[in-house]
Structure formats: C-alpha cells, structure tokens
C-alpha cells in the first residue's frame, strides 16, 4: 500500500540526547499526525498538526508542519529509557479523502 | 486509554476460518477505521465507515468485510484464512471530519494456525 518515507527507520541513542525523525512525501497534505507504538499495543497519538509551518509541543516532544506541505519533524529532547517504541507519522490529503497514510515508522532504542 | 475498545484481545484460529472482530468507538465519534499491521510492519490502511456507510476504502481482501452498526461500533469480518492474515488489527476512531484526528484501539493479535 502507500506509504511516507520516514526516517531513520532505526536509531540507538544514549539516554540524555535529543532525536530526530523525519517524514516526506509527495503529495501535499493539510493534516500531519504523530503516533508512538509500545510492542503489541495500539499507536498513541503524541502530536496533531493542522498548519503549514505549525510548530507544536508536548513536553519534551516538538514537531513541526513543514512548509511545502511535504513534510513533518519530531524532535524528542533529551531522551529517557521510556521513549523506546516505534514512532509512526501520518498524512492526510488534500485531495478530499479521509483516510491517513502511514510512515513505515522509526524504531527508536535508548541506552542507559 | 484512548477510548476505543476492541474485542478480543487475541484470537487464535485455524486456515480457512471466519472470525469476526469488532471495535466500539470514542464517544461522539462517527468514524471508524480497520488497519492491519503485519510483523515488524507499518499500519496498512483496510476501510473506514462513517455514520454507518463506507467511506474510504483501501488495501482490503475480498475475503475480507466490514460494517458499522447503528450503534456506531463495527466489525471487521475476515473469512477463508489464510497463515498470512496473521498481524495485529487495529481499529481507529475520530469525529469525521476531513483531516480530523483518530484514536486507536488496543488492537486484535490475530494468529491463524
């Protein structure tokens, strides 16, 4: 099926450092979405956002709503062994739909 | 906890079975969706059903239906399993509306025998 691009698919990092992740596509989208998924449990919605540009936070979780639409970024700062999971970014269109496209996901590993 | 609630938690059955999963939505939500997620995979999109009419279909079997009742919960009915059906099947909610934000279910741990 369609899917964004998300990346890294998978990343290890000491516990105390900021992450990255990102989402494009290539189609322009009005609603970007973030999820994070624990083993074997429904994805949890962390950040919506609605606007070009928007820029939203949820404690140490920041994303952004890129400005050709194309795009998103979460930012985790200063991460802790709880933040282990798989984060999903989701798109919706323009184009009238109602359905939302999946990234294939980042894998984020912490190590104390 | 989101809100939606979906039975059963597991489900083990064998090839060529029909099961049946059903999903209640968040209060006040109109909109359900179905997505499987394979392992190790990302969420594949299957049907989504507003106020009780498809409105959105996506990678779904033939094998496969679904329907929301006047009560707003659905259920996703898989027939003729297969050992690839096997995954986690998630139901999602949301108030309806283009571009609005959906909630997710615990999900269904389908293993197909």
């Known amino acids: 099926g369609q899917q964004l691009n998300q990346s890294p698919q998978s990343m290890f990092i000491q516990e105390g450092e900021d992450v990255s992740m990102n989402c494009t596509s290539s189609s322009i989208f009005n609603t970007w979405l973030w999820y994070k998924q624990d083993p074997g449990e429904g994805p949890v919605l962390l950040i919506a956002?609605?606007?070009?540009?928007e820029l939203t936070s949820n404690g140490r979780l920041t994303a952004q709503f890129g400005i050709t639409r194309k795009d998103s970024f979460l930012n985790i700062s200063a991460s802790i062994p709880s933040d282990v999971g798989i984060y999903f970014c989701?798109?919706?269109?323009?184009?009238?739909?109602?359905?939302?496209?999946f990234g294939t996901g980042t894998r984020l590993k912490v190590l104390a | 906890d989101s809100g939606v609630t979906q039975t059963p938690k597991h489900l083990i059955t064998a090839t060529g079975q029909r099961v049946t999963l059903r999903c209640s939505p968040r209060s006040g939500d109109l909109s359900v969706y179905w997505y499987q997620q394979s392992l190790d995979q990302g969420l594949q999109f299957l049907i989504q059903?507003?106020?009780?009419?498809?409105?959105a279909k996506g990678n779904i079997l033939e094998r496969f239906s679904a329907q929301q009742f006047p009560d707003l919960h659905s259920e996703l009915n898989l027939s003729s399993l297969e050992l690839g059906d096997s995954a986690l099947y998630f139901c999602a909610s949301s108030v309806g509306k283009v571009g609005d934000t959906q909630y997710f279910g615990p999900g269904t741990r389908l293993t197909v025998l």
């Open positions: 956002l609605y606007k070009a540009g």
């Open positions: 059903y507003y106020n009780g009419e498809e409105r």
């Open positions: 989701a798109g919706s269109s323009t184009s009238g739909t109602y359905k939302y496209i």
